[in-house]
Each structure stands twice: as structure tokens, then as C-alpha cells.
């Protein structure tokens, strides 16, 4: 059986594993009767990229959803790449990694390889884990243009290809972080204006009273919420506060019910409850 020609970097694996971390974040963070999704396309049907060729083409050139015809081994090359793509055992964020880079290498339409490379990863990460169901991928090209195109160009086929799945991987732990931030944001923005109604109906003399969060509170439950592990020393090194000063904005915010310890100060860990 074909099998493309690529080695995992130890930067890989660790990019795997911390995609998987912001992944299982963002799925606590996201009301699961949203993540209903439905594919247009099966990723594992070589048919069903020739139909998204041609809806993705939209008719604007010769020859959408058909192979090119200047290089007879093309069809051959799909067949067994798709024939992989079935049977392999590898992760499915370095599987649609690989598939993405020998789609645009085999070059089979003649436009659009690129961004049906793109959309064709997206829908095996989205069968994969639905969460990621509506995330921006198409972002990695237009906000690394360059960069794609470059690594694309470089060195020989082993060092490319490694090289390619550490770039996209590195876009695609960008975009989930930044998935998980707002998620974060807009957790924090309602539950202060719960409590703020809280507080307007059962104090009438206080009506108009709000609870708001400090931009270091906010800061924090971000942190917290992105890596409920976190220590006082890297959170001071992020926030770019004393030590005192953390451990005082995590009391303040432990007194409003918005965060909470877990465990052992040592071994535990940060729940954020919003």
C-alpha cells in the first residue's frame, strides 16, 4: 500500500498534544446541544472531492471536478492517497495534516488545489471532533500566506512534509486558543450580567448596582480557564504582577464564587465557574 513520505517531529507530537488539551477546553466551555453538524462532504470518498471541486470552483474555469488530463498517473496518485487516508493509523491531526500537503503536491485540478487542500483537512478535523464544526481554517492562508507558500517550497519531500505539519498544526493550535478565549470572554461578560440582575432583584435598594470584573480578574479567568493547572509563577510572569498581587485577585475572585480551587494547593487544580 502507498504510504506518503513524512517523519514526526518531536515538535509535532507536542503540538498534538496541546491541540488536544485546547480542544478538550473548548468542549467544556461549549453547550453541547450546538455541536450538531452535519458534513456536506465524506472526507474518505475520493467522489465527494471532485463534487467539492466543482461547488467550490463554482464553474469558474474548465474542467472543475475533474482530474487534470496533462499527467495520466494523477488518477492512480488519488486513488492510493484516498486509499491511505482509509487505512492509516495515525493521528487524525497529522493524518489530515498529510493528506493536505500530498493534495496540493499531486497538484490534481488544474486551479483551486490549495484551498480544497485547506477545506478537505477541515472536514476530517470536524469528523474527528465536531467542536471544531465553524472555527475559521481558511484564516491559515490568508493570515500566512506567505508562509504556506513557503514552506510548500521547501527542502526535500521528507523535510517539507514535516515541515508543513508543523506549520499547520502551529496555525491550528492558534486558532483554537483564540476560540477558547472568547468562549472565556463571553462566559465572564454573562455571568457578570447575571449577577448584576441578581443583585437588581433582590436588593431593590440597590437597583442599578454592578458587578464587574477588573481587567487583572478577567485576565486571569482566562488563564485559568485555558490551562486550569497553571501556577502562581507563570501567571505572575504573565500578567506581569507580584506574586502577592495574584494570589490577591485570585482571593478576590474565589470570594465572588467565579473560580474555585480543586485538590491540593500542590497537585490541584483551577475551576472556573462561569
Partial sequence: MFTPSYQISPEVLNLVSEISE?????????????????APYNPYQEDDLQRAHE???DGLSDGVGAYRRDDPRVPLHMSMLFDWLSHTDEHPLISSCIFHYELTSIHPFLEGNERLGLYWQSLLLVQWRPILAGLPFESIVVEHQQEYRRVLAYLSENAKTTHFIEFILRCLLDIIVREVKNKVENKVKNKSRGKVQENSDENTVNKGTEVQLSKSEQRIVK?????????????????????AGINKVLAALRKKGIIERVGANKNGSWKVNI
Fill in 223 to 243: 488563564l485559568l480557564g485555558a490551562d486550569p493547572r497553571i501556577t502562581i509563577g507563570i501567571l505572575s510572569q504573565r500578567l506581569q504582577l507580584s506574586e
Fill in 22 to 38: 485546547q480542544i478538550g477546553t473548548l468542549e467544556t466551555l461549549t453547550n453541547h446541544s450546538s455541536m450538531n453538524y452535519e
Fill in 55 to 57: 461547488k467550490l470552483s
